[in-house]
């Protein structure tokens, strides 16, 4: 039996922290459920409310990736056993490889960073 939840525009942290508790509940719903609904609205809810909010900082693709690691919690060793590989991970975390696209695709997702924002040009470490 499920519960349904009306879900309303993000106005503060509060909210914000049930929306993103209740997606982690529901990101591996099955397509065309009613919980894979509420999960893409409220995809669209947190991303609007961190859009308004969270203005980033222009910054490298790295430092990037690194604010927001440490926004959501996360070790190097996380994003390594999420990527698969830990050394071309650290290679890329410290400015000695760039970002292959296989870890753009994967910590766009995972760390909620738009594509766009780890595409950007950056210097490497000679």
Do not use: C
């Not at 509060?14 to 459920?33: D, F, G, P």
């Not at 296989?102 to 960073?113: E, W």
Request: net charge positive; charged share 30%.
């Amino acid at each position: 039996m499920s519960q349904t939840v009306q879900w309303f525009l993000i106005e503060g942290e509060e909210e914000y922290l049930r929306a993103t508790r209740r997606y982690e509940e529901v990101k591996h719903a099955a397509k065309n459920s009613e919980m894979h609904k509420e999960k893409l609205l409220l995809a669209h809810l947190i991303s609007t409310y961190e859009s308004k909010e969270w203005d980033l900082p222009a910054v490298d693709p790295i430092a990037t990736i690194k604010i927001r690691m440490e926004a959501f919690g996360y070790k190097a060793s996380d994003l390594a056993k999420a990527y698969g590989d830990k050394g071309t991970l650290s290679k890329v975390l410290n400015y000695q490889r760039a970002l292959p696209l296989s870890m753009i695709r994967k910590f766009s997702k995972m760390l909620r960073i738009p594509a766009d924002m780890l595409i950007q040009e950056y210097a490497l470490k000679v």
